[in-house]
């Protein structure tokens, strides 16, 4: 990044020093031994049979699909840094078996450039751009509302961090969801019910670990070239250093 021209060159260095002199000497944050807590919450996940939402416009109001099923969805978001390349092939896979426009609008925005570039060369956004979804530039976009908004009073499902009122557009109700739900949503129009999420979501199975396999920066060419003309820049600075001294 520094190599690419990044706008505060200073800020990244004093990254790479502080990770650099933590792995020189690695700990990780424990908890007291004598801590106390107000309480312990355990969740059995064997328990929870269908996606969970947290419903307009509050991010601790959540509830099973089943419960908010068949609501109207104007718009459906699928970006910011809640998500990862892996959801953007999800939702890429289940819009490849849909023939024609989608009955609403789906913003498409990856959080950075590398999945965007992976996901193109992957063939993703052809299939984006063949049903009609919008692709934003990577970045926040609808999820802080400062790249785009939503229209005034549109129902939407979001999978962005928060869903206060006015955050994605102004007047509208924003439910929070898993990619996954959001592709179903965008393909029906509405809430699905969990039988009907459950149809789309089973034929990711198969595929599932080529699907939300996780991208690195160091497994993408043209990043590793970039960091290997860093580390070079950096070492030849150094020997220089040294010949003066």
Same mark, same amino acid.
């Given at each position: 990044?520094?190599?690419e021209?990044y %706008?505060d060159?200073?800020t990244?260095?004093r990254?790479?020093?502080?990770m650099e002199?933590w792995?020189?000497n690695p700990? *990780?944050?424990?908890?007291?031994k004598e801590?106390? =807590?107000a309480?312990?919450?355990?969740?059995n996940m064997?328990?929870l @049979?269908?996606?969970?939402?947290?419903?307009p416009? /509050?991010? /601790?109001d959540?509830?099973?699909?089943?419960?908010?099923? #068949?609501d109207?969805? /104007?718009?459906?978001?699928? &970006?910011?840094?809640?998500?990862n390349i892996g959801?953007y092939r999800a939702? &890429?896979k289940?819009l &490849?078996?849909?023939? #024609?426009?989608?009955?609403?609008k789906?913003?498409?925005?990856p959080?950075t450039?590398?999945?965007?570039?992976q *996901?193109t060369a992957? #063939?993703? =956004?052809?299939t984006?751009g063949k049903?009609g979804?919008r692709?934003?530039m990577?970045g926040c976009?609808?999820?802080?509302g400062?790249q785009?908004?939503?229209k005034?009073?549109?129902?939407?499902?979001s999978?962005s961090?928060?869903?206060f009122?006015?955050?994605?557009? @102004?007047?509208?109700?924003? =439910?929070?969801?898993?990619?996954?739900v959001?592709a179903v949503t965008?393909?029906? #129009? $509405?809430?699905?019910?969990?039988e +009907?999420?459950l @149809?789309?979501? %089973?034929?990711l &199975? @198969?595929?599932a /670990?080529?699907i939300? $396999? =996780?991208?690195n920066?160091n497994?993408v060419?043209?990043y590793? +070239?970039?960091?290997?003309e860093?580390?070079?820049?950096s070492?030849?600075?150094s020997?220089a $250093?040294a010949?003066m001294?």
């Amino acid at each position: 990044m520094v190599s690419e021209g990044y %706008s505060d060159p200073r800020t990244l260095k004093r990254r790479v020093a502080n990770m650099e002199a933590w792995l020189e000497n690695p700990k *990780l944050m424990e908890a007291d031994k004598e801590a106390e =807590y107000a309480a312990t919450i355990l969740i059995n996940m064997d328990n929870l @049979k269908e996606p969970v939402l947290c419903c307009p416009n /509050d991010p /601790d109001d959540a509830k099973l699909l089943s419960e908010v099923q #068949g609501d109207k969805i /104007d718009e459906v978001f699928v &970006g910011s840094c809640m998500t990862n390349i892996g959801h953007y092939r999800a939702v &890429g896979k289940m819009l &490849g078996k849909y023939d #024609g426009q989608l009955p609403t609008k789906l913003w498409i925005a990856p959080p950075t450039k590398m999945d965007q570039e992976q *996901l193109t060369a992957e #063939g993703f =956004y052809a299939t984006y751009g063949k049903v009609g979804a919008r692709t934003e530039m990577p970045g926040c976009s609808l999820c802080m509302g400062n790249q785009a908004q939503v229209k005034p009073n549109a129902r939407v499902v979001s999978t962005s961090t928060r869903n206060f009122p006015n955050r994605l557009g @102004k007047g509208s109700q924003v =439910y929070l969801a898993s990619a996954e739900v959001c592709a179903v949503t965008a393909i029906l #129009g $509405k809430l699905p019910t969990p039988e +009907e999420y459950l @149809k789309h979501q %089973s034929e990711l &199975g @198969k595929d599932a /670990d080529q699907i939300y $396999k =996780y991208l690195n920066f160091n497994q993408v060419d043209s990043y590793v +070239e970039a960091a290997d003309e860093v580390e070079i820049d950096s070492a030849m600075k150094s020997a220089a $250093k040294a010949q003066m001294a």
